[in-house]
C-alpha cells in the first residue's frame, strides 16, 4: 500500500483530533443536562417526600421537626383518619364517585359532541362552536355567586349533582378533542356509510378506537381537575356527608391544641389523596403520553 502523504497525515490527525473534541463535548453536555434533570426532579419529589415522611410522625414533632426524620415513627394519623371530625374515609370516597361518575360522563358527552362539530353538517355549526368557545374566557368565580343562587333554588346545595353536572360537558374538553378528530380522514367515513353503518356505529367502531388517546388524555386531566377541585365544592357542598376530601383535610383542627391544625393526619390524608392520582396515571400514562404529543407528531 502507498504510504499517506505528509499533508494527507496531518489532515487525517487533525479531523480526528476535533471529532473527539466534538465528541468530548457531547458528553459534557449530556452530563449537565443530566445533573439539571437530576436537580429539577429532587426539587420536585421534594414536597411529596416530606409528605410521606411527616405523616409518620406525630403533631408535636412536626411543629419541632418539620423538615427532618422521624424521630419515633407512628401509624396514628393513619388510624385517627376515620374518627377526626368526621370521617375523612367517606370523603375519600365521595371524591372517588364525583370524580370518577364526572369522568366517565364527560368522556361520553364531549366525544359524542366532537364527532357532532368536525363529522356532521349542520347549520350554525361554527357560530354555536364560537360561542361555546366564549364561555372558557369567563372567570369562574365572576359565575359563582349567581351559579349557588340557582342551584339553591332547586335544592342541589349540599349533593352529590350540583358537583357533578355542571362539569360534565367541558368546553375545553370539546376544544381539544375536536382539535384531534379534524385530523381523522372523512374517506373512513364516507366508507363506514357506503357500508351502511349510522352515525352511532361509526362513533362507536370508528371515532373512538382511533381518539382513544386524545380521549384517555382528556379523561386523565379532568380526573385530576375534578379530584383536586377545592372552590366549587367548597362552597356548593360544604356538608361532611358529601364533601370530598380535598374541602375537610385542610379545615382539620386539634381543639385540646387551641384549634392548631392536625398537621400529621392532614399529611396522611394527603397520602391517602395522591395514590388514586398515581395509580390512574400509571395505568394510562401511556395513552396519555401518545395522545398530549399527538398534536406535534401528526402531518
Request: some cysteine; charged content about 10%.
Amino acid at each position: 500500500m502507498p504510504r499517506p502523504k505528509t499533508g494527507d497525515h496531518d489532515s487525517y490527525a487533525n479531523r480526528q483530533f476535533h471529532e473527539r473534541k466534538r465528541r468530548f463535548q457531547r458528553l459534557v453536555l449530556l452530563f449537565l443536562a443530566y445533573v439539571v434533570l437530576a436537580l429539577v426532579a429532587c426539587m420536585s419529589l421534594y414536597p411529596l417526600v416530606m409528605m410521606i415522611i411527616n405523616s409518620f410522625k406525630s403533631n408535636a414533632e412536626i411543629m419541632l421537626n418539620p423538615g427532618g426524620w422521624p424521630q419515633h415513627w407512628t401509624l396514628e394519623d393513619y388510624t385517627q383518619l376515620p374518627t377526626t371530625q368526621g370521617n375523612q374515609l367517606l370523603n375519600f370516597f365521595n371524591s372517588i364517585v364525583v370524580a370518577s361518575i364526572t369522568t366517565v360522563i364527560a368522556v361520553f358527552i364531549v366525544g359524542l359532541a366532537a364527532y357532532a362539530f368536525t363529522k356532521m353538517r349542520f347549520p350554525g355549526r361554527n357560530t354555536l362552536f364560537f360561542f361555546l368557545l366564549a364561555t372558557i374566557m369567563v372567570p369562574g368565580e365572576i359565575r359563582l355567586s349567581s351559579l349557588f343562587l340557582m342551584f339553591s333554588r332547586i335544592d342541589w346545595i349540599d349533593t352529590y349533582q350540583v358537583q357533578i353536572v355542571p362539569f360534565i360537558a367541558p368546553v375545553f374538553g370539546l376544544f381539544m378533542i375536536r382539535q384531534y378528530m379534524l385530523t381523522i380522514p372523512d374517506s373512513f367515513i364516507e366508507a363506514a356509510r357506503i357500508d351502511g353503518g349510522n352515525h352511532w356505529r361509526i362513533f362507536w367502531h370508528i371515532i373512538v378506537p382511533v381518539s382513544s388517546p386524545m380521549l384517555s388524555a382528556f379523561a386523565i386531566l379532568h380526573f385530576l381537575n375534578m379530584w383536586n377541585s377545592y372552590l366549587w365544592p367548597q362552597v356548593m357542598a360544604n356538608d361532611q356527608s358529601v364533601a370530598p376530601l380535598m374541602v375537610t383535610l385542610p379545615s382539620l383542627r386539634d381543639p385540646a391544641l387551641g384549634y392548631v391544625p392536625t398537621y400529621g393526619i392532614i399529611m396522611a390524608g394527603c397520602v391517602l389523596a395522591t395514590i388514586p392520582i398515581l395509580l390512574v396515571f400509571l395505568r394510562f400514562q401511556d395513552k396519555f403520553i401518545s395522545g398530549v404529543t399527538m398534536g406535534a407528531t401528526k402531518e
